[in-house]
């Protein structure tokens, strides 16, 4: 099984920015964790990110011509603005988690927006770095069914 992780905006800054919001392990301590995961539970990974919203919706059209069988994507940012991004979702038919580090739902009101979400078979808010840990292991069950 293959997942493609995505990341966008300013989570390269994991540990630098706002650590009273998003803790302190880096965007490379995310790496590893998620790295570490994969293997341990037999799938094939990429971590991906980008502050750069038509990078996003490439990455995911790669993940189309290279038969990824599962998504996760934190958009960061993109989810509270981008229909792009929910229709790369939509076209490329890939399973797909939402993640975000925070719980965006105790958060600002233009946080509550989520256009990706519509596209997305889950969403996992609010559990830290570990929601991508959750994510995946949904993306697994979900290609067992
Ligand atoms: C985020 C929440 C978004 O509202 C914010 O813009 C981010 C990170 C999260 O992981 O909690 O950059 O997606």
Redesign the pocket.
């Known amino acids: 099984m293959k997942i493609l992780v995505i990341n ?4 390269n800054l994991l540990g630098v920015r706002e650590p009273s ?2 803790g302190r392990e880096t965007y490379f301590d995310l790496v590893d964790k998620i790295n570490g995961y994969a293997n341990r539970c037999g799938v094939d990974v990429e971590v991906l990110q980008s502050n750069h919203e038509g990078e996003l919706v490439d990455f995911i059209h790669r993940a189309y011509y290279t038969k990824v069988d599962g998504i996760v994507i ?4 993109y ?2 603005t981008s229909v792009a991004l929910l229709d790369a979702v939509k076209a490329v038919g890939i399973p797909t988690v939402e ?6 739902s105790k ?1 600002e009101d233009f ?1 509550q927006i989520s256009f990706v979400r519509a596209a997305c078979i889950a969403t996992i ?1 609010g559990k830290g770095t570990d929601g991508y840990l959750e994510a995946m292991d949904l993306l697994i069950k979900e290609q067992k069914k």
């Open positions: 966008g905006p300013n989570l919001i998003y934190n958009p960061a940012a989810t509270h993640v975000h580090i925070s719980d965006v958060r946080r808010s």
